[in-house]
């Protein structure tokens, strides 16, 4: 399942975000609880809806998001303990750009470019105790003997804290495969893609970009690895409270094709680089998540490991072939639409895939 871990100064609307997000009544900066609080996102796909339509299954799964929130009230000592990041995917960062009287600002004004500049310093600052004890603890092997390895790591974490020292994200850097590894079991937060949810004012949710550029955001949020999402949490809010048919017409009437948190869960989904395929059937018609690039054999494993020990092939139909046919896999063969495919197949977005395997 893909993680997210939601970060935010106060008053920002993140837990308000993690509510809406996940269904949830719960937050964690409320009532002195002190354990993250974590939570289950759908992610919404109107293929999977299309094939359930088709199918008519008995459970209709989309794919998840799981979201993270931690307790606290933001500050450094809210996100240097990163226990409850320790195996998120990416950050959600919550940026307050709306106005609100009755909601004071921690820093007494409303400024985004300040909040999202010190939000990543916390974030470095992080990262740095934690390259600095690293690079400690080397030192100390180093002297019981000479390793490669070793050797190899420190190389890495020095590159890692000098880019920290001067204020840059480690997600900005360009490492080869090796290296990246090698830095997996740290958890650096600055290393974990960005996604910044702009909490807009309700005047400003039909130009998103107009205030991006107003607020001098158009450069920080271009770096690498960072993507922006506009939404309003007030009207999110209003939307979550309406009938689903009357969402639609809401929407509409804000010039919208669809909801912030709906925009929101597709760009986590997007930025780690992750697609979905199905499998179908009357039982259950389901997406799953994988990071592009995974051949079948790995897909076939995220259903169950039997099928990828067991694996023999995927009898793949893209999604647009099998929609065309009414959901027809014997039409989809007679037109040569079904592939039979092996384990080093790399899987597309929006296969419907059955797997063929051995007991």
């Known amino acids: 399942m893909l993680k997210a871990g939601l970060i935010g100064l106060p008053s920002t609307g993140k837990s308000t975000l993690f509510r809406l997000l996940t269904s949830s009544g719960e937050s964690a900066g409320g009532g002195g609880r002190q354990d993250p609080l974590m939570g289950v996102a759908q992610v919404p796909d109107a293929r999977l809806d299309r094939l359930t339509a088709l199918f008519e ?77 690293r690079l400690d603890r080397i030192q100390q092997d180093r002297k019981k003997g000479k390793s490669r390895e070793l050797d190899e790591e420190q190389r890495v974490i020095e590159t890692c804290r000098s880019a920290l020292e001067e204020g840059q994200a480690l997600r900005t850097l360009t490492l080869d495969g090796d290296d990246t590894k090698r830095l997996r079991g740290f958890s650096f937060l600055s290393a974990k893609p960005q996604l910044v949810v702009l909490n807009l004012d309700e005047a400003d949710i039909t130009d998103p970009a107009g205030a991006v550029e107003r607020a ?62 199905f499998t179908v059937g009357k039982d259950e018609c389901r997406a799953w998540s994988i990071p592009a690039g995974t051949p079948a054999q790995e897909a076939a494993g995220e259903i169950h490991s039997d099928l990828a020990r067991g694996f023999i092939r995927a009898e793949v139909v893209p999604y647009d072939a099998l929609i065309a046919r009414d959901g027809s896999h014997t039409a989809c063969r007679e037109h040569g639409e079904v592939r039979l495919e092996g384990k080093e197949y790399i899987v597309a977005d929006g296969d419907v895939i059955n797997f063929r395997f051995a007991t």
């Open 57 to 133: 299954p008995k459970k209709h799964v989309p794919a998840t998001l799981e979201v993270t929130e931690l307790a606290g009230h933001g500050g450094a000592t809210a996100l240097v303990d990163v226990s409850g990041f320790r195996n998120a995917h990416a950050l959600l960062h919550v940026l307050r750009m709306f106005t609100d009287g009755r909601v004071p600002h921690a820093s007494g004004n409303v400024d985004p470019l300040r909040d999202i500049r010190a939000m990543e310093d916390e974030l470095i600052l992080a990262d740095l105790a934690v390259a600095e004890k």
């Open 216 to 277: 001098g955001l158009t450069e920080a949020l271009g770096g690498a690895g960072t993507e922006a999402v506009p939404l309003c949490a007030k009207i999110e809010l209003e939307i979550a409270e309406l009938p689903p048919e009357d969402r639609v017409a809401f929407l509409a009437d804000l010039g919208l094709a669809d909801s912030g948190l709906d925009r929101v869960i597709r760009a986590s989904y997007h930025l780690l680089g992750y697609l979905s395929f």
